[in-house]
């Protein structure tokens, strides 16, 4: 089964500056990967898609890589706010299953 | 509805007793999934559903965990003889199945406590 590795310890950055988060897969290459936002106490929210085709995607402020070689998503937040602060969780689709299987997340701390 | 509903929001129970979640998803998604995640951890898959397709069960982690969904919209999620480790956040999320671009949309949970 796939397995999935975020970095465990929160990244802490300033206000404006840019956030990068790191999501791992150390299984096949899925199709596509999915990244959410969760705040305490509330579901995750989707944010992006990426496929396995496409070297990049952006929406915003967010802007998502997707390298196959190195079997790696990137998240990045520009000119990132206190308001995102959050855990960011990374999801593959599971190999013979649709349902998607989560990282554990990592939580970003923008400091104002 | 306009997004996932899910009930009880919080449930306390004590070890042994039988408790049922429920979940109500957003009208016109086909597909319907239960995961679980435990304080400062990920999301751990339960079950899934499509449409009238046989539910794939592989996550629910024991005969005690069983779940339905009714005329393809409410599911239940059933434990039966709670015990402490079932304590978590169960969480449903629904989706449109080929239609990867719009992921999924979680309700906010329901926190158990087996106490």
């Known amino acids: 089964s796939q397995k999935i590795e975020q970095n465990s310890e929160a990244l802490n950055i300033q206000e404006g500056k840019t956030a990068t988060l790191t999501c791992n897969y150390t299984?096949?290459?899925?199709?596509?990967l999915q990244w959410y936002r969760q705040d305490p106490g509330r579901g995750p929210v989707f944010l992006l898609l990426?496929?396995?085709?496409?070297k990049e995607k952006r929406k915003e402020r967010l802007k998502v890589t997707f390298d196959t070689t190195l079997k790696q998503s990137l998240f990045h937040i520009t000119a990132s706010q206190p308001a995102d602060s959050a855990t960011y969780l990374c999801?593959?689709?599971?190999?013979?299953?649709?349902?998607?299987?989560f990282g554990s997340g990592t939580r970003l701390q923008v400091q104002p | 509805g306009a997004g996932v509903s899910q009930s009880p929001s919080n449930k306390v129970t004590e070890k042994g007793k039988d408790v049922e979640l429920r979940c109500d998803p957003i009208?016109?998604?086909?597909?319907l999934y239960w995961y679980r995640q435990s304080l400062g951890q990920g999301l751990e898959f339960l079950i899934y559903?499509?449409?009238?397709?046989?539910?794939?069960k592989s996550g629910l982690p024991s005969d005690r965990f069983s779940a339905e969904r009714t005329g393809g919209s409410v599911s239940t999620l059933t434990i039966q003889r709670t015990q402490q480790e079932d304590s978590a956040v169960y969480l449903c999320?629904?989706?449109?199945?080929?239609?990867?671009?719009?992921?999924?949309?979680f309700g906010s949970g329901t926190r158990l406590t087996v106490v």
């Open positions: 009208s016109g998604h086909t597909a």
């Open positions: 990426i496929r396995e085709n496409e």
């Open positions: 999801a593959p689709p599971e190999g013979g299953r649709r349902a998607l299987t």
């Open positions: 299984n096949y290459s899925p199709a596509y």
């Open positions: 999320a629904s989706s449109l199945v080929g239609r990867d671009d719009y992921g999924y949309t």
């Open positions: 559903f499509q449409g009238n397709s046989a539910p794939d």
